[in-house]
């Protein structure tokens, strides 16, 4: 089985620009989430999708959205770029159920100058 | 209170020997309780996981010891090798969120020869 696919590996935008990640999922996993992590924050939950509906969300502003498509295929967005959101950006999928675990891409690094 | 404390901050074990990783958590409505091996340039791997209601679990040389009470789990890798060095991260997270896991700050640990 092909596993979590992220594209692209490397984005370099500038502060204000908004910028667009994608993540395809291991084959029949119907639950994207995805994670920030950061030199200083660690891994942080940024959202989870499920069926197409965000099911879980952490705690960051508004500027990140996400979405799921019917083939379960999850973007995720951020508008208004600031040099702090220069970060590496993981896609796990999983089953979506109580014991499923959680299989993580190899990221997008995000640059923002 | 959704903290999960690691440590140490970085480790080194001769080849052969004993790599000992611990964590402390707060919140307890955790109960499912993994642990992830991140390479440079990959995302986390997950490695084992553990629920409360066992106190420990073994995987080859790696074994996740629990402490309901004291609110701490560890990770041992007994017959430590270079091919193990890496960063790894323990985690938490509760049934209704399974996939929101709330991770540790990470233990970079150097096997050497």
């Known amino acids: 089985k092909a596993g979590v696919t992220q594209t692209p590996r490397y984005l370099i935008k500038t502060r204000g620009q908004q910028v667009t990640l994608s993540c395809s999922p291991i084959s029949g996993h119907r639950s994207v989430s995805w994670y920030q992590q950061t030199p200083g924050q660690g891994l942080q939950f940024l959202f989870e999708?499920?069926?197409?509906?965000?099911?879980n969300k952490g705690n960051f502003p508004g500027r990140f959205s996400g979405r799921q498509f019917s083939n379960s295929r999850s973007e995720m967005n951020v508008s208004t770029l600031e040099l702090g959101d220069s970060a590496l950006y993981l896609c796990?999928?999983?089953?979506?159920?109580?014991?499923?675990?959680?299989?993580f891409g190899n990221g997008t690094r995000l640059t923002v100058t | 209170q959704q903290q999960v404390k690691q440590s140490p901050q970085s480790l080194i074990v001769q080849k052969g020997g004993i790599s000992i990783i611990n964590c402390a958590y707060e919140n307890t409505a955790f109960d499912y309780f993994p642990w992830y091996q991140q390479f440079p340039g990959k995302g986390p791997a997950l490695l084992i996981a553990?629920?409360?209601?066992?106190s420990e679990k073994k995987e080859g040389r790696f074994t996740i010891s629990f402490n309901k009470s004291a609110k701490q789990f560890s990770l041992h890798i007994m017959d430590s090798q270079p091919g193990d060095s890496a960063t790894y991260f323990c985690?938490?997270?509760?049934?209704?969120?399974?996939?929101?896991?709330?991770f540790g700050t990470g233990t970079r640990l150097q096997v050497t020869l």
């Open positions: 999708y499920f069926s197409e509906t965000q099911r």
């Open positions: 553990i629920r409360p209601d066992v």
């Open positions: 796990a999928s999983s089953a979506g159920t109580v014991n499923s675990p959680l299989h």
């Open positions: 985690a938490a997270s509760h049934t209704g969120t399974a996939s929101k896991l709330t």
